[in-house]
């Protein structure tokens, strides 16, 4: 019932201050976007994800990022959310909240011959409320997206996070969106990362977007591994809004 009066409350707020500005969106594909928040405005793209890797699970709960138009090309990102996880259906879940803060900044317009590019820097906080040793992770990807014809796209991301103790930890993803209608839209999309020393990492998801109002979008995706040793799925719903002239 919460949910439901909380997605409402947001369509509500997004008719009122729809303008002619397009929602594009950092989700619910693992490929983010190159175009950045309009200024003075505030985009939210919030989800529930599960996954499972046999016989490891967790819940990712209110997975949301806020993402700020600072300036015309340049965006703050601040994402959170409340995880629980566990290694077997014997033990607890571990509760946990994990942090990243960072900027996304616009480079590059589409032209005919070149894709759109930016380039996205943030840092990953170590989780609170367990007991690791762990440390921030810097990282960085350069995200290009280019159009294919009115009704087809092509999304590229390749970069990657500085584990301490690891080394580098490399991650990539293509993502191909089609606009099926005027309000729905889907993607199959290929993506992974190398940690240092190891294999490369093959994973393969897709999903579907609802336009729920004009800067409102409702999507749901899923995914698995490939090539992993562990049998790997998850499980995806989330909503994004985007907010114009706020600040």
């Known amino acids: 019932m919460r949910i439901t009066i909380y997605i409402s409350l947001i369509l509500i707020l997004n008719l009122v201050?729809?303008?002619?500005?397009?929602?594009?969106?950092?989700?619910?594909?693992?490929?983010?976007?190159?175009?950045?928040?309009?200024?003075?405005?505030l985009q939210v793209e919030s989800g529930l994800l599960y996954q499972n890797e046999d016989p490891a699970e967790s819940y990712e709960i209110a997975g949301t990022l806020f993402r700020f138009g600072l300036f015309q090309e340049?965006?703050?990102r601040i994402g959170s959310s409340y995880n629980l996880n566990r290694f077997n259906s014997n033990n607890d879940f571990e509760k946990t909240i994990a942090l990243q803060l960072g900027t996304?900044?616009?480079?590059?317009?589409?032209?005919?011959?070149?894709?759109?590019?930016?380039?996205?820097?943030?840092?990953?906080?170590?989780?609170?409320?367990?007991?690791?040793?762990?440390?921030?992770?810097?990282?960085?990807?350069?995200?290009?997206?280019?159009?294919?014809?009115?009704?087809?796209?092509?999304g590229i991301n390749a970069g990657g996070d500085f584990v301490d103790g690891s080394g580098f930890n490399f991650k990539y993803s293509v993502a191909a969106g089609v606009d099926l209608t005027e309000t729905f839209g889907s993607y199959l999309e290929i993506y992974g990362?190398?940690?240092?020393?190891?294999?490369?990492?093959?994973?393969?998801?897709?999903?579907?977007?609802?336009?729920?109002?004009p800067l409102s979008q409702i999507d749901l995706s899923v995914g698995k591994s490939l090539n992993s040793d562990i049998e790997s799925w998850y499980f995806n719903i989330g909503i994004s809004s985007l907010f114009q002239n706020i600040f």
């Open 74 to 76: 340049a965006e703050l």
């Open 193 to 213: 990362s190398k940690p240092q020393d190891t294999d490369l990492n093959i994973l393969f998801d897709g999903g579907i977007t609802w336009m729920a109002a």
């Open 104 to 154: 996304k900044i616009h480079l590059f317009e589409e032209t005919a011959n070149m894709p759109e590019m930016a380039l996205i820097a943030q840092v990953s906080f170590p989780p609170f409320g367990n007991d690791s040793d762990e440390k921030a992770e810097p990282g960085f990807l350069m995200a290009l997206e280019k159009s294919l014809s009115d009704r087809f796209s092509l």
């Open 17 to 41: 201050h729809a303008q002619a500005t397009e929602l594009v969106t950092d989700r619910p594909d693992q490929t983010e976007s190159a175009v950045v928040v309009p200024k003075n405005s």
